[in-house]
């Protein structure tokens, strides 16, 4: 019996070193440092006018999951801005669709795509969001969002997943909450200017 836990015990210290040699250098952060500058835009209403159609989106500094920075300015290229969550069923069922869209027809001419991951919480299903998106194969630029959901705030983001259409002019076009069907998000993306 002694021995038996003694190969194990030798098993799990070489298990453990085998594995962070394997990722050593490889620093994967589910949340980072965000800049944010710009009026934050209003929570998106549930009836009525979208009172942030017209204003300037707020720009965003930050990094992806391993550091590498990625920064949504007012560059004058529209955008569309998606909001995950890795918890929300809603992100897990429209990612696969969006990124299954992408790989069909390529990104949209003239348009860039981000996404932010935010609403990071280790305690939460589907965590951690690095190790989802990587199952996906996302192919979009992603911001990790900062621990207090700074850039969700900064967008007015009030469900999951959530997203923000940017003209040329840096001028939000729309905003949507929860899954919404290809053929408006293509026609979304057609209408920005």
């Known amino acids: 019996m002694v021995g038996a836990l003694v190969v194990v015990f030798g098993l799990a210290i070489f298990m453990t070193r085998s594995s962070k040699d394997a990722t050593e250098g490889t620093s994967v952060r ?18 009525g006018a979208d009172t942030a159609v017209g204003r300037i989106a707020p720009t965003v500094s930050g990094a992806d999951f391993k550091g590498d ?25 429209e990612v696969p669709v969006v990124q299954s869209w992408l790989a069909q027809n390529g990104a949209p001419a003239g ?3 981000y996404s932010v991951s935010t609403g990071v919480d280790p305690s939460l299903p589907n965590y951690p969001p690095s190790q989802w998106l990587a199952r996906e ?16 705030d900064a967008f007015g ?12 002019d840096g001028t939000v076009a729309a905003r949507a909450s ?3 069907p290809i053929d408006q998000l293509t026609s979304s993306i057609r209408a920005l200017r």
């Open 30 to 47: 589910q949340t980072g440092t965000v800049s944010v500058a710009g009026r934050a835009l209003p929570p998106l209403p549930e009836r």
């Open 69 to 93: 920075p990625v920064a949504i300015e007012n560059d004058g290229r529209a955008k569309v801005v998606m909001f995950l969550a890795h918890w929300c069923p809603h992100c897990q069922a």
């Open 111 to 113: 348009v860039d795509l």
């Open 137 to 152: 194969g996302w192919s979009v630029p992603v911001i990790a969002d900062n621990a207090g959901d700074g850039t969700a």
């Open 157 to 168: 983001v009030n469900g999951f997943p959530f997203f923000v259409f940017v003209n040329s």
């Open 178 to 180: 929860g899954e919404i």
